[in-house]
């Protein structure tokens, strides 16, 4: 169907509780089925558990349960774990499914037609792990090369796919579709494996051995190897079956088949290979992103606080906050680094700064100034032709990095329209014109701001659903309109014209209120974490506390002399000549933004600090840091090292006192 679009995640093993790459995962893949859909798309979206095998069973036996009973318990889990994360799934795929294992043995009947299947003896080490074959030389110090876990030596007869008969056409197809593979690194990993002698798949374990599975439908005495069974979801699911109906076509071949880099091989070898002895097309791509891993390279534990907790943080921070993270952080297909204070630095400087700043101020100074309805455009500031250009340039970016799932860059280039938007706010001063009675420009300042907040949310609809749909409600829209508005905006181009004009806005809360501090449940767990740590470290030698120095007391008349102000941080870039020096722009509310050195580097880079309230003594002398003129200085906490800013959520130009 060429207005389709069909996406994957793997199907998840049910023999425990989903976690941080699973979550991951499935965000991804919903974040992309939901932006196809805005776009207009027939989209299909499957996911699912995948049921058979010996570690099910297993399981099963170790919990006094019948497999299938062990399976119908577990799957609760998987399905709860969707719902949190609101994933918009189209089919919730189970390979225990009656359906899918009738056509399971249809293509092994297909297969063994064709005389691509054959029985005979083998000599080899099976991984209970992994739940695969090994040859001496795969083995690393005599252990599974793919989980580290000890390997058994098997002789049995089984059944085996003649794999190694498509290895060069498989060569051949990577190498003629270079987007097949993703990323780069994948496809160069799979072509080194193909580059040693492929030999073929065995697909069968003997019920004497092993008996949850699907069972041959030429043999009784076996059943099917559980990643043979598992990769056939993906089009099972979409009403592939082997008796020459076409119902799968309809979204065949898949668009993008989402996995994580540990199972690489099964899908871009054995899953390709299979396709191509069923001679179905092979799917347009696999894309295998990396892993989310504490973020000192340690193992994770709970003991040291350094565990991925998706349900923590969604409960803290909400769920769109938690879905932006996990795709904003990091490059899709890469490893990333997590850590609870990395969450809440992103947190505060992409959707408190920067996002729920700029929509707060829109929707406060249309409600305070101009009646709190949209305005029609008045007087021209000179500004709002660049804003216009960028959007629209912004919007191409973000459509090109969805299509290729490069979500994080994707969300910073909307991300750049809203904090141009932040410094077009500040360089205006919507407060001066209203001051000064000039209705026309702040009609102008204040609907660019509104139509940017709109805009900004209607593309991230697809990652922050919710937020974006209580955004839209503050405007006088629905999510319908929006995504219409967003294909318009995608063929015609950004015209910041989307709003009606005279509809009622809304202030409410902020969309993302800011954080001063890690909220009580994640302090708790980091505070528990830093307990077991010094645990865990041997006693040092007490040494005499060396008595603090007061300096000499000041009176209140020499306090008054400092002129602290509230500013807010434009742009920045690091010292041309030190490495731990800043070099930022700040407007105090005055005719021109002040320059101000600050020595902040090691503990803040410049997209920490744009959009961000600090205090500043404005009235210390100019002074030429490093070859640098400094206009002031920016208050900062700690000793030797900097522990954090004295900061404020008050207007620009605000006097401390």
């Known amino acids: 169907m060429p207005n389709s679009f069909y996406i994957t995640t793997p199907i998840y093993y049910v023999n425990g509780k989903p976690h941080i790459g699973h979550a991951y995962t499935t965000t991804a893949a919903d974040a992309a089925a939901r932006f ?19 570690k099910v069973l297993e399981k099963a036996r170790e919990r006094g349960m019948e497999p299938m009973a062990h399976c119908d318990d577990m799957v609760v889990h998987w399905k709860e774990m969707m719902e949190r994360l609101q994933i918009s799934y189209d089919r919730f795929m189970r390979t225990t499914d009656p359906e899918h294992m009738k056509a399971v043995q249809g293509v092994l009947q297909m ?29 690393i110090d005599g252990k599974c090369p793919d989980t580290g876990q000890p390997v058994q030596k098997v002789e049995e007869t089984n059944w085996f796919f003649k794999m ?40 069968s374990r003997p019920k004497a051995r092993m008996s949850w599975g699907i069972e041959f ?42 996995i994580g880099k540990d199972i690489l091989t099964t899908h871009a070898v054995y899953w390709t290979t299979m396709l191509m002895a069923m001679e179905v097309p092979l799917p347009k791509c696999i894309y295998a992103h990396g892993w989310w891993m504490s973020h000192d390279g340690r193992k994770m534990s709970k003991s040291l606080g350094n565990v991925i907790d998706v349900e923590l943080l969604r409960r803290n921070f909400g769920l769109d906050a938690t879905r932006y993270f996990l795709l904003r952080e990091i490059a899709f297909g890469a490893d990333g680094h997590f850590s609870y204070d990395g969450f809440l630095g992103r947190y505060n400087t992409d959707l408190a700064n920067d996002l729920g700043n700029m929509a707060h101020r829109g929707l406060s100074m249309t409600s305070n100034w101009l009646g709190g309805t949209v305005p029609a455009y008045g007087a021209s500031t000179g500004h709002e032709e660049a804003l216009v250009a ?23 280039a909307i991300m750049d329209v809203v904090r141009a938007t932040n410094k077009y706010i500040d360089t205006t001063e919507p407060w001066a014109l209203n001051k000064a009675g000039n209705v026309d420009a702040l009609n102008t300042v204040m609907r660019t701001v509104l139509e940017v907040s709109y805009f900004a949310t209607m ?21 319908e309109q929006a995504r219409a508005d967003l294909v318009a905006a995608l063929h015609v181009g950004v015209d910041f014209q989307a ?99 600050a020595g902040i580097a090691s503990k803040f880079s410049v997209d920490d600090l744009v959009g961000r309230k600090v205090v500043v003594v404005a009235n210390l002398a100019p002074a030429t840091i490093r070859g640098v003129e400094s206009q002031g200085m920016i208050m900062a906490a700690g000793g030797k090292e900097v522990v954090d800013l004295v900061a404020v959520d008050a207007n620009v130009g605000e006097v401390v006192r």
């Not at 197809?173 to 160069?188: D, L, M, T, V």
């Not at 043979?228 to 592939?240: C, E, K, Q, S, V």
């Not at 912004?394 to 299509?403: P, R, T, V």
């Open 36 to 54: 196809q859909r805005a776009k207009g798309k027939q989209v299909f979206f499957q996911t699912g558990t995948d049921e058979h095998g010996q």
């Open 111 to 139: 297969l063994h037609d064709r005389d691509l299947l054959y029985k005979q003896g083998y000599v080899g080490w099976y991984s209970p792990s992994a739940e695969r074959f090994w040859t001496e030389k795969d083995l």
């Open 164 to 203: 190694s008969q498509y290895q060069q056409r498989l060569v051949d197809h990577i190498e003629a579709n270079p987007g097949f593979i993703q990323p780069e690194s994948r496809k160069n990993e799979v072509l080194g494996f193909l580059r040693q002698e492929l030999g073929d798949l065995c697909i």
């Open 217 to 258: 439908p030429f043999d009784e005495d076996y059943v099917t190897y559980v990643w043979f069974d598992a990769l056939l979801n993906y089009l099972t699911g979409i009403g592939y079956r082997p008796d020459g109906s076409t119902q799968h076509e309809a979204f065949w071949p898949a668009d993008f088949q989402l």
């Open 390 to 412: 960028l959007a629209g340039e912004k919007l191409k970016e973000f459509d090109a990095q969805m299509e290729g799932l490069q979500f994080h860059k994707a969300l910073d």
């Open 459 to 479: 593309a991230l609809e697809c990652v922050i659903p919710n937020k974006a749909a209580e955004l839209f409600g503050k405007v006088g829209k629905t999510t």
């Open 499 to 597: 709003l009606e004009e005279g509809a009622a806005v809304e202030v409410g809360d902020p969309l993302f209120p800011r954080f001063r501090k890690q909220p009580e449940e994640i302090a708790e767990l980091l505070e528990a974490a830093k307990a077991a740590e010094a645990a865990a470290k041997p006693a040092k030698k007490s040494k005499k506390k060396k008595k603090s120095k007061v300096k000499e007391p000041i009176t209140f008349e020499d306090f008054s002399k400092l002129d602290l102000r509230v500013g807010e941080v434009l742009s920045g870039e690091k010292h041309p000549d030190a490495d731990k020096l800043l070099v930022l722009k700040v407007s105090l509310g005055e005719e021109q933004p002040r320059q101000i050195v």
